[in-house]
DNA sequence: TTAACTGTACTAAGGATACTAATACAGTTA
DNA sequence: TAACTGTATTAGTATCCTTAGTACAGTTAA
């Protein structure tokens, strides 16, 4: 399902939130599809079930899933997120990132362009094979 | 000299990594200037030495600052920096954040205003109380 | 009800990493 | 020479990540 660094530094339960929320971000997991379960994605990436569980967790505290006992974890739709923490955390992570790359050569321009070109990749642009998505 | 959290999951010489880039980036620490001494800023704040050097080892092997034995460590002039990895790095990181915080309700617009704040207050703007600082 | 699934919680153990500590060596400067 | 600087090494402790095993609770279909 993902391409894993089992040797990196970063730990395997951040890559597996990070993954998610790209995917989850991307749209190419949708509201309320259902997350593969715990025990089945660990068998799949031959992890530890804990390992997964705690990138759940993660992903819940941060509002991008919601999970039921007994029925699974699924997709949070979109409205329902956004706590204004997470928001003043992203806020941060630009800032800080945006002052290298201008700081490392980056210009004005250089960034708009990478702006413009995720906004088209992410909300507004891609209705790829499903004209009106509606649920 | 800096407000650390010691308790932070993050570790210390990486906070240190990020407030020294922020310092440099904002030129509150300009060319050639000597950064404190190991010994010195480990008293200060009250940490171990090799934390510290643990940082500046990180900060020259990102092109910040340079080292001389005997004499310190220097803020690394601005053309001599930028090597294509760590530009690399900061676009995936500006990928990242831009993704991040167009999904959880920032708008471009918020997006740019934030871009255009950043990039007053760090190279054209700011030349504060030196008229022209030419070394 | 039963069986098999789901999330969740807990304890224990290992391995890796961060940090501290102490020491040593080499170059610079007054 | 003395006091500063960066740099390197070794060792011990603490913390975190990951695995492992077990257990409990809710859902779903046979």
Redesign the interface.
Known sequence: MFDLDLRSRKPIYEQLV?KF??L???EVIQADEKLPSVRTLARQMTINPNTIQKAYRELESQGYIYSLKGKGSFVQAFSE??SQE??IK??E??????????????T?AD??S??QE??ES??GGIIDDKTSGSK
């Open positions: 990070d929320k790209e989850i971000i991307k997120k956004a997470e928001l992203v806020k992570k630009l800032k800080a990132a945006v002052s290298e790359a201008l700081y490392l050569g980056m004005r960034i708009e990478l702006l995720i906004d992410t909300g």
